[in-house]
């Protein structure tokens, strides 16, 4: 069939999967499109579950309709596939490591080889010293900021640029997508060179560190010896203290901007939920959708998930509330045509008669967030970029069991290495009190591990540090910065710079709050 | 095929499903049980995933089993049916009311009749004047505590009994299935009148209100006039408040536990999660599942995000911190076999490669709650449930728009009506400071909500009221708490008791600390 031909039959192949999809609920035949009052309780139907069946319908017909079109390439067609399965290396750069990389959880079998799509922002100083190194959160592309390549902005378009918070009138920034990631790096989609096909779950489980092992190997090909400073935000943070246990001698400053030490069980949790609603969706199959449709339905519903672990409570009261969603031409009743939508649901009396699908504001938002994101991100790289997450503790026994190999501390090479073994690098026990003062006292009964966090991030104390948390954040607590800020502390470190935010924006802070979090950082870089 | 013969082929019914639904992913052919550390990446499987095929296999099996075994009863067959689906009226009374229930969102389409599962404990006084009526959350039955009829331990065991927090030996108690439940009250797994099937989500939405004039039809046929108490926590707190106010002049005092007076945007959008989920599992198919297996894996998925906002982060830092899951068989990696398992993950390093399924104990512990809870509870009950908890609002705007009718105040007569019409009933918009003393000082800079709520609650003002809330509580938060007190003190209610818990048990707190939730019900009740 042409392509023309599938395009006019598109609409029919919907609805036929549609109709079959709610006739096979043996259920009675659907009525209005959503649930009514009325004199009779009607057959309901349920557009928010419908939707998954129109999206798979719509992805279906795409797909045949590319696969039709590759006999016949149209170079316009960008179609509806999903972007990380169409990578675009002229909008980034990428860097090819054609030799294997170590893994941390896989000490026999390293990656064969990788490789890293980058940008940059500014020009590098001859001495190339006024490198900032940017790691991102966990679904973020090397974009972080407009470039001649790609104007389009980028997620932390407002922070970077010249005169800005990180002002590339001074500094030579590089942003990288990582490892495990989608969006031009080595992933779980990218190509396995064994079998010609797509890794899929076959892909092997990689730490934090490895992430950051893949952006020194950039660094070294770039002849950047040492970065001013290594910053990130969210799973970011946890990159920038990575990158400097790994390699103190190379950073000059770290930024852990929402991140944490060490994961904790709540955020485990909640990444486990998504993670399971994820691998529950039929399409997942195992990891092996490269040639079908993609999970997109389970993407959906963990982006959901993650989206309430983004925000917080005290941001909906203020900009949900107890709003309603607008009405639709299919909330229509006619018995009280005349009663305003926009108040509470029990307001809008008769006028519209809730229904098990979304009724709140609140909910339609987090369904189109969920929808918004679900095409947009490899599933794969979802479940394996989230579990590094999980993984992440640099305790001082966690790091020590990892069959990991650091530069040695202060030996100015960067190819000369020890393993992560405790007595040699850092022989001082961290004392409880050192380097506190009277404006940041030891913490009051510190926790157990707090002290093997102390041991761990030792090697970092003779660098300069930013933490920054945000009192609303339900995912990197408030409770996990001052752990970084009192370990790194307790561990020698006396330059550790911490800020504590208020406001209601939770986790998410980081890419809004452009005047406290920008403003913090400016202050710490310069 | 005869009973026996069918039990014999279960096991194959299993494995060919599970075959079938691993083949049908085209993935490389399953290799070992779990992802492991090898030379070269193997094909990995994922027992987490592979459990959801192996429960509908065993359902399947039973279910042919029991549609075979119905020909030829065997009334000892307990079976792994769902238990909602074979309710047991021998272990708890049921009230049968004739006549239509009027419901709140279906103004003309009352409920045509109703029943209501209900158990009681203590002796009704002559008087009838000493009666509890516990309200309970949302997936609870009516069995808060053992009884001649069912001796199993109740949800609050604990608490109710000779000479505990609520002494059976002073009160007579009752506890009730609320309606669209699914343990013996009527709710979209009971059979339509007009059809002849369940209901499914031909069921109409109920409120809060909806539940509770069910109950007081219920106190009406044991001709109890006047509660001693309405006692209720989570979802009970609210029907504990809407019971007061429906009918002020038949509840002598208030106990509302982890409740809340308007449920909150970040409450609705926790179980909007829960609810997307369970509706994208083709099982569910619309709510018309009960001739075939029902959505056991998104309700799985669902209980797991529930659990989380049943619990607190501190709880489960203490609980499990970054505890592995105990080994098992599938995890022995011969390379390294001396290495102990309890350590974390990266303690044990080869001995157990991380994988995408449960690594940490935080994982297997939600696994395992939703594992447990998947078949126990109805999915069109969570659904209808739930969303009566995102609706109710005491709000006066919210109040006012109801199409409901409460008794008189004070009129001494339970067969009176008006309307919830604002200015009759309360004509004295409350003071911000209002009963409010030095001990307990009015809020600092109120919502605009809060003045609303205090109108809305107004009602309640001439009874004592218990409001008791949880720090760590993340889903009926503390400042909800404050909010229910505050409103009252500002609607004129001179008698709050309020009490906040630290603890680290969140929102099951009410569930586990016998000693402050028991004792201030204690105090507040004699």
Known sequence: MSSPALLRRAPQLLRASLVARLSSSKSPAPGPSTQKSSASFSAPSFPCVDAHAVRESRLLASKNLSTAASADPDPCDTGPEPPYARPNPTSYHVYHHPHPLPLTYHPHAPLPNFDIAYETWGTLSPAKDNVILLHTGLSASSHAASTPLNPAPGWWEAFIGPGKAIDTNQFFVICTNVIGGCYGS?????????????WGTRFPIVSIFDMVRAQFHLLDSMGVHRLYASVGCSMGGMQSLAAAWLHPERVGKIASISGTARSSPSAVAMRFAQRSVLMADPNWKNGFYYDSLPPHTGMKLARQIATITYRSGPEWDLRFGRQLR???????????????????????????APALCPDFLIETYLDHQGEQFCLKYDANSLLYISKAMDLFDMTHPALSALSIRRSRPHSGSSTSSESAEPSSSHPHKPSHKTSHSKSHPPPVNPPAHLSDLAQGMAPLKDIPTLVLGVQSDILFTVEQQREVADALRMGGNERVSYYELGGVWGHDTFLIDVLNVGGAIRGFLS
Do not use: C, V
């Open 326 to 352: 607008p009405m639709t031409t299919s909330d229509t009743d006619t018995s009280a045509p005349d009663i305003p939508p926009a108040l509470s649901l029990t307001h809008a009396g008769p006028a519209r």
């Open 186 to 198: 080595t992933g779980p989609s990218s190509i396995e060179p064994a079998t010609g096909k797509p």
